[in-house]
Every structure is written in C-alpha cells, then in structure tokens.
C-alpha cells in the first residue's frame, strides 16, 4: 500500500511574522506568497518601504516619468533574496512577457516594460514595486509554519493594495481577527 502525502499550498496567503521571529529581514512583516509548491516557496515583504522611490529608481534606469502620481510612490524591500532585481506586484489587469499570473486578480512581474509602462501612466490599476523577494527550499516555511513563526491566512486584496504600508501589519492580523499586541512571543513553546 502506497501513502500519499497531502500538500497545502499557501499560495495567495499572506505570512504575518509572529513577536518571536527575531529575523532582522522579517521583523514585523507581512509577506504575500507568490507561489509555493514542494519544491520550496517564493513571496514578497509588502509592509517595508525602503528610501528610494520611483522617481530615483526611473532616473537610475533612464525612465521619464510621465504620471506625477508617482513621484512620492516607495519602492519596497520584498526581501533578502535577488536583493537587486526588481518585482511588480500588481492587479491581474495588465500582463508583460515575463508575467507570473498567481490568481485572477494578481500578478507578479519582473520586466522593465511593466516599470515603463507604470511610469508612463499606462500599468496596472493598483501595484507595489520591490527589490529582492523572499525564498524558500523545500520543506523549509513548512517548518517555519510548525515552529509558530508564521501565521497565515488568506490574502486580502484591500489590505495588499490599498492599506498604507505602517497600518497593513494590523489589517493583516485583523483579517484573522487577532490582537497581535495580546499574543506572548513564548506561544507555542515550553
């Protein structure tokens, strides 16, 4: 008799950190999961703006900026992995040759025609641009999860596109109805 092994994606969910994790690169985040297979997971930090927004980042790559929306917009540290390449995480309404499609309303692409386009008013409705992402190996947010590092819960679109980044650790932690304030950073351990 064979056994098989049952495996719960968390793509689509968001990864809040719990008090304990002491990580400097996960210290109170929220993290969105791109895809997670067993082959190892792969996400992006949404609550860090870094100290560079766009308008440094198109001048460093030689991009007029046509949209003067975009001139305070903050780029973020998705995370310690590929810390110099760049992800757009946005709606499903717009989609590039390089375009990984992770549900019907969200997309994650990593292509100098999508940041083009954002700067000339032309991207997707509702977006958050990084540099570097966060990784998994096989097994290893599994783990993370079973030592209490990681709540999870499903994503909220609200809370991914249009909560001010200092408030979407909160609405994160809202939408599974926790108090983050009132959990003990020794839960779960002896």
């Known amino acids: 008799m064979t056994m098989t092994t049952f495996f719960d994606s968390f793509k689509n969910h968001f990864l809040i950190s719990m008090p304990h994790l002491d990580d400097p690169h996960f210290e109170h985040t929220v993290i969105y999961l791109c895809e997670h297979t067993k082959a190892g997971a792969m996400g992006i930090v949404i609550n860090r703006p870094s100290n560079v927004d766009f308008t440094e ?3 460093h790559l030689g991009m ?3 949209n003067p929306k975009l001139t305070a917009e903050p780029i973020y ?6 810390a110099e390449r760049g992800f757009i995480l ?4 717009k989609a590039w040759s390089n375009t990984l499609k992770v549900t019907d309303e969200v997309s994650l692409s990593a292509s100098l ?3 083009e386009e954002i700067a000339d008013g032309k991207g997707p409705s509702a977006f958050r641009i990084t540099l570097g ?3 998994w190996d096989a097994g290893q947010l599994e783990s993370e999860i079973t030592n209490n ?3 999870v819960c499903e994503a909220d679109l609200d809370v991914l596109f249009h909560t001010p980044s200092d408030m979407q650790f909160t609405a994160a932690t809202n939408v599974l109805g926790i108090d983050m304030m009132r959990l003990s950073p020794d839960i779960g351990h002896g």
């Open 113 to 115: 025609e999508a940041l």
């Open 57 to 59: 980042l198109a001048d």
């Open 77 to 82: 540290n998705g995370g310690p992995v590929e």
């Open 90 to 93: 946005h709606t499903a309404d």
């Open 64 to 66: 007029p900026v046509a």
């Open 149 to 151: 590092d990681w709540l």
């Open 133 to 135: 992402c966060a990784g």
